[in-house]
Every structure is written in C-alpha cells, then in structure tokens.
C-alpha cells in the first residue's frame, strides 16, 4: 500500500500545472453586517508593471455563497508604492 501511495504521489506531482499569479500581490476583504444587510469593502493591490501592460480590473465579483453574485465598480485607483497600485471597490 505505501508503494502505491507513492506512485501515486510521484505521478501527480509529474502531472501538477505551474501556475502564477502576474498582477495582484494581495488584498483585503473588509464587510459590515447590518440585520440582513451587507456591505463590502475590496482592497487590491496590485503589481504596476502588469498594470500598466494592460491587466486591469475595473470591477470586482463578489459570490455570496447561494448562488447570488454582486459586481463591485471600483470607487478609486492610487499609487501607493512605485510599484504597487491599491484598488478600492465598494
């Protein structure tokens, strides 16, 4: 059986895909609850050069988790670092 389990180990780690992530260095997703109703806040940070190479978000989706999605414009874009913008959508 442990030989099995790493065959197996072995051929998916041959099979695994390489994947990155080019533009957005990190984020946070800040919410209010009032009663029944919710509030989102979304901070992106994102990488210039990608950015400015033509990858960029001017909307956010969120999935609630039932099947119900909202679509977030973005309220601002800033350079915070000289190679980082911070996108807000609200």
Known sequence: MKIFLFIL????N???IDSFATHIRGGQLLYDVNGVKASVRLIIYSNR???DA???DPTATIDWG???SSVLPRASKAM???DTYENIYT
């Open 14 to 16: 041959l099979v695994a």
């Open 80 to 82: 915070i670092y000289f």
């Open 9 to 12: 180990a072995v051929l998916v």
């Open 66 to 68: 039932d099947g119900i």
């Open 49 to 51: 050069a990608s950015v």
């Open 54 to 56: 033509g990858v960029d």
